[in-house]
Structure formats: structure tokens, C-alpha cells
């Protein structure tokens, strides 16, 4: 359900945003690019070593703010961005789109874990008995 509302949202804004595709679909990169990078430096080591957590989350928002600013840098000076209003726009939507996609693929991620763990506990039981 969830996803179908984005997938719909998404098409419509990229429908109405026709004149300016280039900076929706600029939007859209710059903050898959930048929420990517952000959750890739957040939980790289954090669940190893749970003292680093807090730098990690700091270096996880320097890195996005430096992927925005670096994107948009490049977004202008290549005229791909020639609606700010847009691009804005498509940028918050799909940072919260893709941030709320990267937390769903982490929790899914964390459950399989979970659940391989409790079989290998399961299976290390039966042989010991």
C-alpha cells in the first residue's frame, strides 16, 4: 500500500513536473546520492562498535550535506537545475521517500539476522542434547 501511494506520487509529480524534468530527476538523484551515503557511513560500524554510533551519525550528515552542496554545485553548473522550486521540492519528497525506503530495508535486513541467528542457536541446541 505504502509503496504503491510513492510509486504514484512519484509519477505524478514527475508528470506535472514535465517542463522541469531535469530538475526533478536531478532532485531525485541528489538525494538518493546523499541519503544513500548518509545511511551507508551511519550504520557501518555502529552495530560492531556501539560507542561510535554518535561520530558515525555525524559523519553520516557532514557527508550529506556535502553530496547536497556538491550536487547542486554541479546540478547549476550544468543546467540541469533550471527550476529551484522544483528541484527542491523533488529533492525533499525523495529524501523522505528514500530515507523511509533505506529504514524499511534495514529493519528487513535486521529481521533475517535475527531470525538466522535464532535458527543456528536452534540447530546448536539439538546437536549438543
Known amino acids: 500500500m505504502k509503496l504503491g501511494l510513492i510509486l504514484l506520487l512519484s509519477s505524478l509529480a514527475g508528470v506535472l513536473s ?3 524534468f531535469h530538475s526533478f530527476m536531478a532532485g531525485f538523484g541528489i538525494a538518493a546520492i546523499a541519503v544513500g551515503t548518509a545511511y551507508w557511513l551511519a550504520f557501518r560500524c555502529s552495530t560492531r562498535y556501539p560507542q561510535l554510533a ?16 556538491t550536487g547542486v554545485m554541479w ?10 522550486f522544483v528541484f527542491s521540492l523533488s529533492y525533499l519528497f525523495f529524501s523522505i521517500v528514500v530515507t523511509y525506503l533505506y ?20 540447530i546448536i541446541k539439538s546437536k549438543t542434547a
Open 54 to 69: 554518535l561520530l558515525m551519525l555525524l559523519m553520516g550528515l557532514m557527508a550529506k550535506i556535502g553530496v547536497t552542496i
Open 103 to 122: 529504514s524499511r530495508l534495514r529493519e528487513f535486513q535486521m529481521a533475517r539476522a535475527t531470525e538466522k541467528s535464532d535458527i543456528s542457536h536452534t
Open 75 to 84: 546540478g547549476l553548473e550544468a543546467n540541469l537545475i533550471n527550476s529551484p
Open 18 to 20: 514535465g517542463e522541469h
